[in-house]
T-cell receptor
């Protein structure tokens, strides 16, 4: 399967702990996106990379959140000192082109539960 | 600011009936609109985009700039159309999509 893959699929953690999610995009895609989705809501944009450069961050991305894409391939999203409000599905997507003409290919998501 | 509104969280119709999922957007520039769909236990995927002006799985959507709408329509619903549908907006030159809250469509036999 050459689709977008995310790991882990599920993570349960205690409040205050750090968690890290990994996303492997489709290999030829240079754009990578992180979205967050809570129950009953649509995906909310968090951040976006073009190759290794992080070009845009949402105000939703507090200083406890950090994302990297060190070699322009896989990406990690780390949440430090987790809070119960961080519980959500974290979606990764990649595309080969800008969103207007390119299609976003989504992963299956990483579900975070903070106790 | 860009905003997408899907007024119906739930929509239920009978098989063979017409279906319309509503989407309204707020954006002052030239918008680029999409519909994404998520079937049960599958990942979110693109259904159609307005620039393509094509019919996918019998669905069509017309961009109405006067009413700032991009409603999704299908004349005869099928059971396999049951899914979560999201309308999404990309502003001109933007590098991200803004999604609506989604509409869960259920097709009753």
């Amino acid at each position: 399967d050459t689709g977008v893959s995310q790991d882990p699929r599920h993570k349960i953690t205690k409040r205050g702990q750090n968690v890290t999610f990994r996303c492997d995009p489709i290999s030829e895609h240079n754009r990578l996106y992180w979205y967050r989705q809570t129950l009953g809501q649509g995906p909310e944009f968090l951040t976006y990379f073009q190759n290794e450069a992080q070009l845009e961050k949402s105000r939703l991305l507090s200083d406890r959140f950090s994302a990297e894409r060190p070699k322009g391939s896989f990406s990690t999203l780390e949440i430090q000192r987790t809070e119960q409000g961080d519980s959500a599905m974290y979606l990764c997507a990649s595309s080969i082109d800008r969103v207007a003409t390119g299609e976003l290919f989504f992963g299956e998501g990483s579900r975070l539960t903070v106790l | 600011a860009q905003r997408v509104t899907q007024p119906e969280k739930l929509l239920s119709v009978f098989k063979g009936a017409p279906v319309e999922l509503k989407c309204n957007y707020s954006y002052s520039g030239s918008p680029e609109l999409f519909w994404y769909v998520q079937y049960s236990r599958q990942r979110l995927q693109l259904l159609l985009r307005h620039i393509s002006r094509e019919s996918i799985k019998g669905f069509t959507a017309d961009l109405n700039k006067g009413e700032t709408s991009f409603h999704l329509k299908k004349p005869f619903a099928q059971e396999e159309d049951s899914a979560m549908y999201y309308c999404a907006l990309g502003s001109q030159g933007a590098q991200k999509l803004v999604f609506g809250q989604g509409t869960r469509l259920t097709i009753n036999p």
